[in-house]
């Protein structure tokens, strides 16, 4: 039953990194391996010089869903 809930939670994981990456990230998204994922954006100053940001979140669609503006 623990490699069960193991694998249920790779696959949650894997489908919430592969959400997170349509949204047109500059990076792929990383698994950390400690429940969390670091997630790139692309910023913009007011200058217009653009870089790239990383972010580290818990590995929850709450957390995706509040980075990504929803």
């Not at 489908?15 to 400690?34: A, Q, S, V, Y």
Request: without cysteine; aromatic residues 8%.
């Amino acid at each position: 039953m623990e490699r069960y809930a193991a694998y249920q939670t790779a696959v949650r994981v894997a489908r919430l990194i592969e959400w997170i990456n349509e949204h047109d990230r500059p990076e792929p998204t990383l698994f950390n391996g400690d429940g969390t994922l670091t997630v790139a954006t692309t910023a913009v100053e007011a200058s217009g010089r653009t870089y790239v940001e990383h972010d580290v979140i818990p590995a929850t669609m709450r957390a995706a869903r509040d980075l990504l503006g929803y």
